[in-house]
């Protein structure tokens, strides 16, 4: 019986194709491990734009068309999305809790949040 287990070990492969594969043995040190990503500093100094005609489009000349989807509003308190506007101070708010702060913050700090988002509103 046991020259039939020793022929049977004999049969299997020293490695199996389903494990997984280890890093280190996939990339030894010092190779590559594919696509890198490049920083916009990056593509801009080797594009050159300097060295371009004007007309021909790169990174600094890009231009598009609007967007067709209307702008994010955020809370002016947390930096939320914010769905909700105050009437009475016209400042953005995400939820129920940040309405009841707002509405026992005094005039002056309502004046600097709204000209903090450039909203030109005087309250009376």
Request: glycine share 2%; proline share 11%.
């Amino acid at each position: 019986m046991e020259p039939e287990v020793v022929r049977a070990e004999m049969v299997l492969a020293p490695t199996l194709p389903f494990k997984k594969v280890q890093t280190a043995d996939k990339y030894p040190k010092g190779q590559s491990r594919g696509r890198q990503w490049k920083h916009l500093r990056h593509l801009l100094q080797a594009a050159d734009a300097s060295s371009m005609p004007p007309d021909r489009p790169n990174y600094l000349n890009i231009q598009s068309s609007p967007s067709i989807y209307p702008p994010k509003r955020y809370c002016d308190i947390t930096g939320f999305e914010a769905p909700y506007v105050d009437p009475r101070t016209k400042l953005r708010y995400a939820d129920p809790e940040v309405f009841k702060q707002i509405r026992m913050l005094p005039d002056e700090y309502v004046q600097r949040y709204l000209a903090l988002r450039n909203a030109a509103v005087i309250l009376r």
